[in-house]
C-alpha cells in the first residue's frame, strides 16, 4: 500500500479531487489531504467540502510515495506558501511521482521543475509553461519521467491510470531523454 498526498486549497475542482481521490483509495491505497493548515474545511469550485488532514509544515515528501495535484483556483492559493512549494520540490528530487491536472502545474511552474519537460495542462496556462522552460503539448495525459499532467476532468481517467501505473511500477522514462543501451555485456575478459 502506497501513501500518496494531495496538497488542496479553497475553489479546487472538485472533480479533479474527488476522482482520483477515490481510484487511489479503491486501489487499496492511503489517501492523504494535506494543506496549509491542518483541520481546515476547504471548498470546492461546485460546492464540495474536504477537511485537510495534515499540514504541510508537518509532513515531508518522504513520508508519501506520490503527490496528486489537482486543479481549478487550489494551484494559484498554494504557490503563494514557500512550505507547500518546497514540499512539491522535495517530490521532484526524490523521483517520486508527481500527478498534476488542469491549473495544477502552476505548482510546477512555483516550484522550478517544469523546466525542460514535456507537459500539459488547461490551455490558459500554457504559456505560463512554456514561460518556465516546459515543452507543452495538447494531450490527454504526459508522463515525462515523474511528472504526469493532464489538461481537463474529461482526462481524469488517463490521468488516474497514469498515476496507479508509476505507483505500482516506478517512474516513466523522461521524454527525449536518451535510453539506456541494451543489455549487452562486454565479454573481454578483465585486465589485470
Known sequence: MARIAFIVA????????????DKVRQAGHEAV?????????LKGKKGTEIKTERAV????AADF?????????????????IGMVGFVRDFFKADKPIASVCHGPWMLVEADIADAHTVTSFPSIKTDLINAGARWVDR????????????????LEA??????RQVQNGI??????????EATADRSPPMH
Open 140 to 155: 490527454e495525459v504526459v508522463e515525462d519521467g515523474n511528472i504526469i499532467t493532464s489538461r481537463k476532468p474529461d482526462d
Open 10 to 21: 479553497n475553489d479546487f475542482e472538485d472533480s479533479e479531487f474527488s476522482v482520483p481521490y
Open 33 to 41: 489531504i494535506i494543506g496549509v493548515e491542518a483541520g481546515k474545511s
Open 159 to 164: 490521468f488516474c491510470a497514469a498515476l496507479l
Open 172 to 181: 516513466a522514462p523522461r521524454i527525449g531523454a536518451p535510453q539506456p543501451p
Open 57 to 60: 509544515k508537518e509532513v515531508k
Open 65 to 81: 510515495h506520490a503527490l496528486v495535484i489537482p486543479g481549478g483556483y487550489s494551484p494559484d492559493h498554494l504557490r503563494m506558501d
